[in-house]
């Protein structure tokens, strides 16, 4: 394994000096006494509910009446329990039905500690939760016949037996601030494993609520007479809504279970190694190394440099989770008043980071700043691999998009293009990038061509499509034999070739086999080598150099900076010879074209008067279908318009934070003890870095194509359930399309031919722009994101309601067939 030993002498470089240990907050206290009080609250009702159930069981088969007839029997008279049933000496202590309606009425706070930020929980999904609980709790108050049911106490006891075990977890995890693995294992199991039973048996206890509550004249008589049938209906809605959602409920319970188990029994993650966040404190002697407090410096930095105050506001944040994105729009913004602006924001920003972030050594016995080493000079150099492609080179080449599983071009490839535009899925521009490729099939001779793969493997990549074109592409991913068996596999089925780092000459390799074991290279680790190695290869050659490793919450910046650090050293010592190639995302802040803007809000007036869009609006109020339009910004070269595309659920796997996973895909001795602390600004900070090395290399005379890619339905997107059901109804949404992996890959390689090789495209510096960001205006297939009527972070409830009426459908149909034929029977009607 090749090393990074350095010739130049280095130091500790500084950290942030560690905090005193902070005392327990006023928010952890309260949270504290307020689990533990809802614990305590279940816990009695089971106290008197059980022995009372118990006691009355033991009494009717006493008389003569069959065990199940029992069981109904006490079932029936569980809700009227007190500690007199119980056999309990204290009388004067609240009843059953007291205590329930007290501690299940509590819960309503939760939505307050959601909507407040005290707890990472979606204020949506924890009112659609409670809110349910809350309506069963007032149809059992209310029903007579509902409470004398059997179906009461099997509501009533699954909720209680579900809900201890809960708000104990809660309290141990606040305390010892690990809900993973500082939590007692016995709590931890009952509390990913109870679920199994006593979700379907509450759920079947509910319904059994709902449906004696519509059948109850005293609950029907409720608002008076006359009124009895929207008391019914009130009733009914529940069940209907339940038989949708209760499956998926307990599906992603489930999927919950899976992934703590392997939190929890995962094994401890290796020292920090190689390009690592800086240390933020130190908790029990272990360094900490929060993302939060470093992403804060940065993007403080990054604006301080032409506002101050607006940097103070950065730092001054305290519901960083949910506010960053106003701070990002500020940025933006301020980078609109004039180009040198928008430089110097980047160069800020960039700057701060390669002072912040650490490198630490193999050995784990120096660490210095990223800057310093980057600068420092290596003495341990790479091997160099090459394999060439059996195949001959095709002279009759043509462009090709891959489309729901066909292969289309020419006149064909025109129309689809055309109807991308018209419906505003794409914009002109990305359609004229993409025909004028087509148009031009010399572009797409690539023999003499270098690309440089950051991330070769990368789902996104166009690995593929370049060899299948005949480029010579040059690797860079992760060490493992398997990955780059299947790269260069795919190469000899080509007529490409490919060249990558090795650890030992490649003629020494006695087999394939050992071939693949030595090749490859870590990003994290041996970032100056990748960088020394891409300098010295090839000389007089021309590269473009695609950014393409992707990797999931804190991890993501880690890997945009090493190759940051990369593309700004190829850029600085192959001058003139170096390109830059990026895939924005449509989740970000960008700059767009006035039509776009006056598209939106067209669609906006359209969509504003649909009755499923008023039907949300009505049910969520602002936190859904917020509109995607927004004033312009004035600066020098005249007004900008701009959409708001950041998504706050996303992060690892677009939610879910997992870096074990990830240490596993790129770099087994990269990760540190990373705080899960309000992850979700990761990939804004990823890409935005991504957008600041674009306009600083642009600026300075690089090619630089940066384009908008659009939604594509990856398997690391759609492996999380709640984005692929939004993704299934995301189209719904006008102009919305949802892409294959292989239709975005190949229209965005078309894009980036055409900025490599059309003198006019906005890639090339010598075509003038009014702003620096309005790189990133042109070229986008973004999929619908700047001309849909609303922003995309707040259509993903209504998508994953519309995918799941469309699921219910044909049960709904059939079930109304059913009822429909019962009908026509009594009635007598056949």
């Not at 519509?214 to 006359?226: N, V, Y």
């Not at 090619?703 to 690391?716: K, L, W, Y």
């Amino acid at each position: 394994m090749a090393s990074a030993t350095a010739t130049t002498p280095t130091k500790k470089a500084p950290t942030m000096p560690p905090p005193e240990p902070p005392a327990v907050a006023t928010k952890d206290i309260y949270l504290i006494q307020y689990n533990a009080f809802c614990c305590l609250g279940w816990a009695y009702i089971l106290a008197i509910g059980i022995p009372s159930f118990v006691q009355s069981v033991i009494t009717a088969t006493a008389s003569g009446t069959t065990v199940i007839d029992a069981l109904k029997l006490a079932g029936g008279q569980l809700y009227f329990a007190t500690p007199a049933t119980a056999g309990l000496a204290d009388e004067t202590a609240p009843s059953l039905a007291t205590m329930l309606t007290l501690v299940q009425s509590a819960a309503i706070l939760e939505i307050v500690h959601a909507a407040l930020g005290l707890v990472r929980s979606p204020v949506f999904v924890t009112m659609m939760q409670v809110g349910s609980r809350i309506v069963a709790l007032h149809m059992i108050n209310h029903s007579p016949t509902a409470q004398t049911h059997w179906g009461a106490a099997l509501m009533i006891l699954s909720w209680a037996l579900v809900e201890v075990p809960r708000y104990l977890f809660y309290v141990a995890a606040i305390a010892t601030g690990d809900a993973t693995k500082g939590t007692p294992y016995p709590l931890f199991w009952l509390r990913y494993s109870l679920f199994a039973v006593l979700y379907p048996t509450g759920i079947a206890g509910e319904l059994s609520v709902f449906f004696n509550s519509s059948k109850d004249s005293t609950f029907l008589s409720l608002l008076g007479t006359g009124n009895e049938n929207i008391m019914y209906w009130y009733a009914m809605a529940f069940p209907i809504i339940y038989a949708p959602g209760a499956l998926p409920m307990i599906m992603n319970m489930a999927g919950n279970r899976k992934r703590a188990f392997k939190n929890r029994f995962a094994k401890p993650p290796p020292p920090p190694r190689g390009l690592v966040w800086p240390v933020t404190e130190v908790k029990n002697g272990i360094e900490v190394r929060s993302s939060t407090p470093t992403s804060k410096e940065i993007l403080a930095a990054a604006i301080g440099a032409v506002n101050p105050d607006l940097a103070q506001l950065v730092l001054k944040e305290k519901k960083w989770r949910f506010k960053y994105v106003k701070h990002l729009i500020n940025m933006v913004e301020a980078q609109c008043k004039s180009p040198e602006d928008a430089l110097k924001v980047a160069n800020a920003g960039l700057d701060k980071a390669y002072s912040m972030f650490q490198f630490i050594s193999k050995d784990g016995k120096t660490t210095t700043s990223f800057a310093e080493a980057m600068a420092a000079k290596n003495d341990t150099k790479f091997c160099t691999g090459y394999v060439k492609g059996e195949l001959a080179p095709n002279p009759d080449k043509k462009v090709e998009i891959a489309y729901k599983g066909r292969q289309i071009s020419g006149e064909e490839l025109k129309a689809q293009v055309k109807k991308w535009v018209d419906y505003g899925t794409i914009e002109p521009s990305a359609g004229e990038a993409i025909l004028k490729c087509a148009e031009n099939p010399k572009w797409i001779d690539l023999r003499d061509q270098y690309f440089v793969l950051l991330g070769a493997g990368s789902a996104m990549g166009p690995f593929e499509v370049l060899m299948s074109l005949g480029a010579n592409v040059i690797a860079i991913d992760l060490d493992r034999p398997q990955i780059f068996q299947r790269l260069i596999d795919i190469t000899r089925k080509s007529s490409g070739s490919i060249t990558f780092p090795m650890t030992k000459e490649q003629k020494d390799c006695k087999n394939d086999e050992e071939m693949y074991g030595c090749s490859g290279c870590n990003l994290f680790t041996e970032t100056p080598l990748i960088r020394d190695w891409l300098v010295d290869l090839y000389p007089g050659k021309s590269f473009t150099v695609g950014s393409y490793a992707y990797l999931n919450g804190a991890l993501h910046v880690q890997v945009s900076l090493a190759m940051d650090a990369i593309c700004r050293d190829l850029c600085e010592k192959r001058k003139g010879m170096t390109s830059l190639a990026y895939l924005c995302t449509p989740t970000d802040l960008h700059l767009i074209p006035k039509d776009a803007h006056d598209s939106a809000l067209a669609n906006y007036k359209e969509f504003s008067k649909k009755p499923f869009c008023m039907l949300m609006k009505l049910l969520a109020g602002k936190k859904v279908l917020r509109k995607n339009v927004r004033d312009p910004v004035s600066g020098e070269g005249g007004d900008f318009y701009y959409v708001n595309g950041i998504s706050v659920a996303q992060g690892p796997n677009y939610g879910k934070w997992n870096w074990t996973r990830n240490r596993v895909r790129l770099c087994l001795s990269s990760v540190a003890i990373l705080t899960p602390s309000y992850y979700l600004f990761h990939p804004a900070l990823a890409k935005r870095m991504q957008h600041w090395r674009a306009v600083i290399a642009r600026s300075k005379g690089s090619i630089v194509s940066s384009n908008v890619a659009p939604s594509t339905s990856t398997v690391s997107v759609t492996q999380n359930r709640t984005f692929a059901w939004a993704y299934e109804g995301m189209p719904y949404f006008k102009p919305y399309e949802i892409f294959a992996p292989e239709t975005s890959k190949s229209v965005m390689i078309a894009i980036l031919f055409h900025d490599l090789n059309n003198p006019e495209s906005v890639a090339n510096p010598k075509t003038k722009l009014a702003n620096p960001n309005q790189l990133f205006s042109y070229g986008a297939f973004h999929g619908g994101t700047w001309r849909c009527a609303y922003e995309i972070d707040s259509i993903g409830e209504s998508s994953v309601l519309l995918y799941f009426s469309r699921v219910a459908a044909p049960y709904a149909l059939a079930i109304g067939g059913i009822g429909i034929a019962f009908g026509a029977k009594y009635f007598g009607v056949v």
